[in-house]
């Protein structure tokens, strides 16, 4: 009897060999082919007696009769990317700085309320002469511009003088403000020692003081151009528009710092390399905009001492930062020129170690340290403030290291963190795991739980977005990664009509979770059809796995007894 049991546990499949006794399929005799084994879920509603068409036969399981198959998933159970050459990553620790927080962001105390009521005839003079300021300025500015349409070339003479009249009001502007004087230390380099200067950058009122002092050419997003008024000013000073996200564009800034810098009929250029705002407290890595044309540079530092007022525009709209200045019997502003530093000339010296020398100068200068933030953490806090999170410092994961080891772009990291946003974190910014395999479509299983033990680094049962992208980062950019896309899509597709179909998908998903729900696999069909017409090509597949990379583990089936070379699916793709 228990022969006979052990006989009815095996699949029925027809012999290879006809009716040949001593060709039968067991286990010490596997098929030499995948073998596709008929078991209906009596979950799915199905009943027993009903043949299933080919619809139904998504939710059936395909298994391979192989033992070295079992053995190679069991090696990787715990390491779910082992076979793509992974032995885990280093979470790089977690970071409890924010060097965007502005520390005042509500009106505290008694003291505050009583000096805002005493200032609120004192706030109406300095409208006025804000506005008064604002309409001369504006007026000199359109006048200076004014038939000038070789803004390649330097400004002339005369249309400089007219600019001298705007420079001057913005120290009115300054002064309403409560800027009423500003305490200096050092003097500009002449412009043929350092035709570059550098600075941190605090507040709006950064650029409104150097324009004043200096008059420069500075770097800018593009979107400044539409500013009311500043637009006008900026393109005034000839800026050098540039996207942060596109790589050509900061190519040409790069190219117009080096064309400019290297004559003396430009006024000196003006970078803020940390590329954004941040509270003072901190500095954050340096962009190479102002490093690479490898001139002499100026470091200068700004700093806003304060007892009640953080005038820094950190996490606090600008409406309610202006209104706050204009409430201040005096803003306290100090500007430091440091000595010019210039590019190694016994040998040749990077714009990375160039940046880093300057970086150090300016903070000790300011007596902070200088972190790993870029200005794709802000945008990463950006994001997380969007989608109505309260706590910001969770989602600041320290780019500058994370894009050093996995090139990962700014907009990659915020692609992932809207991801890890749907996973609805708590308010410590965690994820638990059945929010995690919800929303990467995964059911509960042995596999999902791998993946998730794979990410969960710390072991805690939670997982931070810090874990979470450094985890994506890893997969996505291992060398074998492109490969196993490749291998991954050409072993689901039977028909090898170059898509795939919702039977063909189902037939592979299912090996690594079995007894998938029709709806389950219908959820997870969808999140590959990118561009939703009902199959699945090969860039729709490849374009979900890197933004998902993560799911490449479902598909380790095809790779266990694949030699996945890199080289050579580059080879194939040339």
């Known amino acids: 009897m228990a022969a006979a049991a052990t006989d009815l546990s095996r699949p029925l499949l027809p012999s290879s060999a006809g009716n040949n006794p001593t060709n039968t399929n067991s286990d010490h005799n596997p098929p030499s082919q995948p073998q596709h084994i008929i078991t209906i879920n009596n979950h799915m509603g199905f009943p027993q007696s009903e043949t299933p068409t080919n619809q139904d036969s998504i939710f059936l399981q395909t298994q391979f009769r192989f033992e070295s198959f079992d053995d190679g998933l069991s090696r990787n159970e715990e390491n779910p990317y082992g076979v793509l050459g992974s032995d885990g990553f280093y979470p790089l620790g977690l970071t ?14 008694v003291y505050e309320w009583i000096k805002m009521l005493v200032c609120v005839p004192i706030v109406l003079l300095r409208l006025v002469l804000f506005g008064l300021c604002m309409l001369i300025g504006y007026v000199a ?7 000038w349409k070789n803004n390649q070339n330097p400004m002339p003479r005369w249309r400089c003088r007219v600019m001298y009249i705007t420079r001057l009001c913005t120290r009115g502007i300054l002064f309403s ?16 020692t350092a035709p570059i200067l550098v600075s941190n950058h605090v507040s709006y009122i950064d650029p409104i003081f150097f324009f004043y002092e200096l008059s ?12 009311p008024f500043v637009g006008v000013i900026i393109r005034a000073m000839q800026v050098i528009y540039v996207n942060r996200l596109s790589y050509q564009s900061r190519k040409h800034a790069v190219n117009e710092i080096k064309r400019r810098a290297a004559s003396n009929r430009y006024p000196r250029v003006l970078l803020f390399p940390e590329g954004t705002t941040t509270n003072g407290r901190q500095l954050i890595s340096f962009q190479l905009g102002a490093f690479i044309p490898s001139y002499p540079i100026q470091p200068v530092v700004v700093r806003y001492p304060h007892v009640h007022f953080d005038q820094s525009w950190g996490h606090i709209a600008l409406a309610t930062l202006l209104y706050r200045m204009f409430m201040q019997f005096h803003n306290f502003m100090e500007v430091e020129y440091l000595p010019v530093i210039s590019p190694a000339k016994h040998q040749k010296e990077s714009a990375a170690r160039f940046a880093e020398r300057t970086g150090r100068a300016m903070a000790s200068a300011l007596n902070v340290v200088q972190t790993h933030h870029t200005f ?21 994961v320290e780019m500058a290291k994370i894009q050093k080891l996995y090139h990962l772009s700014s907009s990659e990291a915020v692609d992932f963190l809207e991801r890890f946003l749907a996973m609805n974190p708590d308010s410590s910014g965690c994820v638990n795991y059945q929010d995690f395999i919800r929303v990467l479509r995964l059911k509960h299983s042995r596999l999902s739980e791998n993946i998730f033990g794979f990410v969960d680094v710390n ?24 490969r196993a896309c490749e291998v991954a899509f050409n072993e689901s597709d039977e028909d090898k009509d170059r898509y795939l179909s919702l039977l063909e998908f189902g037939g592979s998903t299912s090996l690594a979770i079995p ?3 029709m709806n389950e696999i219908q959820a997870l069909f969808e999140m590959f059809d990118i561009d939703g017409d009902g199959r699945i090509n090969e860039d729709d597949f490849a374009t979900c796995l890197r933004r998902n990379p993560l799911l490449i583990a479902h598909f380790n089936h095809h790779f266990i007894h694949k030699d996945l070379d890199a080289e050579s699916g580059l080879e194939e793709m040339v």
Not at 178 to 192: D, F, L, N, V
Not at 469 to 476: E, I, N, P, Q, R
């Open 96 to 109: 409890t700085v924010d060097p965007f927080r502005n520390q005042t962001p509500k009106i505290q105390g």
């Open 216 to 227: 420069p050419t500075i770097v800018a997003s593009e979107s400044h151009d539409s500013m």
């Open 459 to 482: 072991k805690n049962g939670l997982i931070t977005f810090k874990e979470f992208l450094v985890a994506s980062a890893h997969v996505l950019k291992l060398p074998l990664f492109r």
């Open 376 to 396: 794709a953490d802000y945008a990463l806090l950006s994001k997380a403030a969007e989608a109505g999170q309260e706590n910001f410092s969770p989602f600041m």
């Open 515 to 517: 007894a998938l729900a």
């Open 177 to 192: 403000f409560g800027y009423h004087w500003i305490k200096r230390k050092g003097k500009p380099a002449p412009r043929e």
């Open 141 to 147: 500015t359109k006048t200076a511009l004014h038939g």
